[in-house]
């Protein structure tokens, strides 16, 4: 009989070998630890989509047509010697780019709205909302695995772009400009499909959006299919750019901050359509939104400095900021409608993103938090900001007053501003003592409050001038005219010394509706919560 | 303070009200059927408590949180598995436990050991590599109560999991369910298998056009049926009876024929049956009368007290 002997100790699995930490080693390491933390969605639809019959038939597809063509380009120059070798670059490089444009901006998108409408239609998407990962998580795991597809169509492009830059005629800038834009253009339209998948609230909603998604992006496809065929044409801005042009650059820095604005924007509103009813969905909008609104006063500022005119520096500054006020009040104008047709009352949960907020945070939700009362003072913070704006643009004019406004209109501009400022807070108060009073049994949600003020604003720009100009009066030449929106904005552009009277007595009405707003907004700032319930009109996922 | 608390909960959807002023609770480590006809109201109570959806009145906790107002706590708390298994399409076994495992934020060694650990415990190990699409619907199940098990919740939400699955795949799914309420998990259950449920639950809720019927143990609800049959069934319902005589007795058909609680006589060597309509009092006084009359009586069952009798007793089988 043979005694048992001890097994000797197992070596430890794929121990890594300490003293030789190569560079391998360390991409290793640091590729296990981003895997470890990549965001499970982008993990999981990866691996989804790379078995899928549609990816595999898309690359496919690519890899066959790129060949094809690049056949036909080969014979044609092996056999036509009068053939132009930059015409038939250009021709091979424009057809690999409508391809490659294809993939990223139709097959990809329509891959993100399906992801996350096919995840809404099933019972998935309860099942990953139970996890409690973040909605901003799902979104931009969508984003970023669109964005590895993408990727992966341009490998199998790649090779024949090459080819198509070897046959000579292309220019390499062109050739980056093409780069560049598919790419981001991508992205971007992936970003606006998760939100248009986030969006429709119903199966049916989901159906048609997505036929109107899809749609568009046919079309726009098609219309983007004659500029890679035809790259000259942006030859001309891209030697301004390689010159070093001032306004070339600008532009293109404009071009990518608008890229990164409507990324965050459509990332921040996809994720707070997602979140749960009674989570705080008000303050990321909010600030993505005021975030916007600073974006575009930075480029207000820097546009002047960077572009030198026939002007003085102050001038241009004045013109600028003035011209952005106007923008910027009506961009103020889509956040009041939003964030003061707000609830009052909190859900616990949205009473708890303010009173456990600490440090910095505490005071930023002031203005951020969720609820009306939070909302109004946004609104008349971001009103004020613009009202500001608009003043140092007058002011930098020299405050140039009526007289001579003939000379400049900054005066008017700045008028404008306050025109509108006035206008949305009448629009504001006076709808929300309809939908909060009378009305409130039509109107109990917040959606189908902006409704009804976005109505009664259109009713009152369009009535009174209809009913003035229907009872024989000029609409410029009538004081009645300030007293409806449009035709009031219209008078402030016109703005001349026989105005002042109805303009003092409009500007006093306005004033008192932002001290209202400003008086309802501080009454209601203590919290008061309530529980959230549901709503008698919510949809029967069980019901058919 | 119960595991599960369900207060006076309300579910409208428009002027339909799927959920009508139902209230329970029950404690760790218990199974807790709910019953009740399609379109009763099961799975809106469920997706409620599951904090899926919001109720119109009424509120539920889980360990003491509510499902509305701390719907991001209570969501670590419970594993739910809808009708539907709620599976991907073009994922292994593996990687779809992989997923929800990440996405419950568990990383590196805890993950890999909870993603062995639903593995071993729900028998899919020689699965691990397979699509899920090629599954049968009891390994389906099986990985999506494994789904529900990755977190390690505390209470488990599971909306008729057992429909469409063939015998040995029900029993082996009614052991898995056994051990995990051993381990102390509260396990909340709606079936149609009614017997099933009967073996396996501590305590039953049926609700019936969206109102509760009866809740408790089920031992305490037979009781309460059978002590409410007088005052309030009978004479409506019917039910079987059964007779055993220890001789044979030949005016037996005759004699049970004459009594008017009975219909439907059969006959067979020494057991009779026939179809009794009374309460337990009528009962009573037609066994006295039928020993009287001389019947050599050893053995009589009344309406049988099954899960199913007491649910056929205890609803109208009226749909919304």
Redesign the interface.
Known sequence: MTTPTALPEPDPVAAPPLARDGVLNRVGRWSARLA???N??L??VV???L??RAFISVFVLLLTGGTIAALITAVIAANDSQSQSSNLARGFFGTIAAGWAFALGVVQPMGCFRAIATERN???W????????RPVRVVLGLLLASLVQGLLYTSALAPFMVMAYLLRGIDMLEVLFVLVVIPLGGIAVAALAVFMACLGGNKATRGFLSAVLGLGLLFAWMGSCGLWFNLREVGSVLDELRSGDAAVWAGLAAWLNAWAAHLVVMLVFSSALLA????NRSTGPRLAWCGLWLNGLIWAIIIPWMLPGYASLDERLSWALTGYAIGGMAHAGLLGLFAVSEDYEL???QARSISQARGWRRPFMLLFGPGAARGRLAWLALAGLTLIVAGLGWMLSGFEMPPDIGRSNRFSMAVVCWTMCCWLGILFVVGDLLYRGWLASWFPTPPLRRGFVLLLGALWMLLPPIALKLAGFEIEDNALSWFSPWSAVWMASEFDSDMWRPFLLFSLLGAAALLVLLVQGLRHLKLVTH????R????????G | MSMVEVKGLV????S?T?VKDISFSFDAGQIYGFIGPN?AGK??TM?IL????????G?CTIAGL?T?????RV??L?G?M?D?Y??????TVE?YL???A????L??PARTRAVADVVEFCQLGQLRDK?ITTLSKGMKQRLCLG?CLI?DPKLLILDEPSAGLDPRARIEFRELLRLLAEQGKAIFISSHILAELEELCHGVAIIEQGRLVASGPIGEIKARAMANRDAVTSGVLPSTLELRLAEPFARLAEVLAEQPELSEVQVEGLAASARFRGGNAAQAALVRRLVQAGVPLYHVAGRSENLEDLFMHLTEGKVQ
């Open positions: 470890e933390h990549s499970p969605i993990v999981r691996r989804q989509e078995r899928s099933e019972d998935t309860d099942l990953v909302e139970l996890t409690g990962l749960f009813r009674a989570a859900s616990p949960r529980r959230i319930v549901a008698d009109d919510d949809h029967n996922p069980r019901g | 579910r409208r959807f428009g339909f799927a379109g799975s809106t997706r599951a904090t899926l959806d919001i109720p119109s009145q509120d509510s509305v107002d701390d719907a991001d969501r670590s419970i739910y809808p539907s709620g599976a991907y399409p073009n994922m990687e992989d997923f929800f990440r996405a419950y934020r990383r590196g699509l789904r977190h």
